[in-house]
């Protein structure tokens, strides 16, 4: 099934990104994707004005609830517009938004959910990025009994069906292992999808970015709930 543009609802969680989530939005909106939506996860600093600059959909937490959070909000907003497919990616500048039609060509295959994985073998993605993803990888496969190359990717496509099951505890990063769960749980139609990444200064020193101690953290989150 060919879904159009205006079909496919783009979804950015962000949190304190007003240094870049301008060019981050044009970049998206350059490749032909208009219908985007931005919560924007209680940000104290000029986010929510600098988005505004750009006229695509914003919704605003009053406080900081967590990545998982603004995204579970993006979900309900997308039951009610009624969008075909979700595109789920980071507000940071490091995913590519060139890759946004291979994840949704996945979906009009057939797919209900699309992981977008980062190749690891490069020499500019950070070693503890890699480890961190490794630990993530191997506490979904021993709590959900499957094997995803990179549980921790926030570049991701959902189809109806799957946004209509998917239900998560976590409103922070465990959010991103608990979508594995989800898709074992409901025998969801998967598939994997390489995507390009670029790392940044920015990026890399951001308070709130994912790293070793967050993974040990999601693992012992996980295990409570499990």
């Given at each position: 099934m060919k879904f159009s543009n205006s079909s496919v609802l783009i979804l950015i969680p962000v949190f304190?990104?007003?240094?870049?989530?301008?060019?981050?939005?044009?970049?998206?909106?350059?490749e032909g994707w208009k219908n985007i939506l931005v919560i924007d996860d209680g940000s104290s600093d000029n986010t929510f004005s600098e988005i505004s600059k750009t006229g695509v959909r914003i919704l605003q937490h009053s406080i900081n609830r967590g990545k998982?959070?603004?995204?579970?909000?993006?979900?309900?907003?997308?039951?009610?517009?009624n969008s075909d497919v979700i595109v789920t990616l980071d507000g940071d500048g490091q995913h590519d938004p060139k890759d946004i039609k291979k994840l949704v060509k996945k979906i009009e295959e057939g797919c209900d959910v699309v992981l977008g994985v980062r190749d690891f073998k490069k020499s500019h993605i950070p070693r503890y990025k890699a480890l961190a993803n490794y630990l993530g990888n191997m506490i979904t496969w021993v709590f959900y009994s499957l094997w995803v190359n990179d549980s921790q990717s926030g570049f991701r496509a959902y189809n109806k069906k799957a946004i209509s099951l998917i239900k998560t505890n976590n409103d922070?990063?465990?959010?991103?292992?608990?979508?594995?769960?989800?898709?074992?749980?409901?025998?969801?139609?998967?598939?994997?999808?390489?995507?390009?990444?670029k790392y940044s200064h920015y990026d890399q020193n951001k308070i709130n970015k994912q790293s070793i101690s967050?993974?040990?953290?999601?693992?012992?989150?996980?295990?409570?709930?499990e």
């Open positions: 304190n990104e007003s240094k870049v989530i301008l060019n981050v939005i044009k970049s998206i909106q350059k998982g959070a603004a995204i579970k909000t993006g979900f309900e907003a997308a039951k009610i517009l922070r990063y465990e959010f991103e292992s608990e979508i594995v769960r989800e898709i074992s749980r409901h025998e969801l139609k998967w598939s994997e999808k390489i995507i390009n990444v967050g993974a040990i953290k999601t693992i012992f989150k996980l295990a409570i709930l």
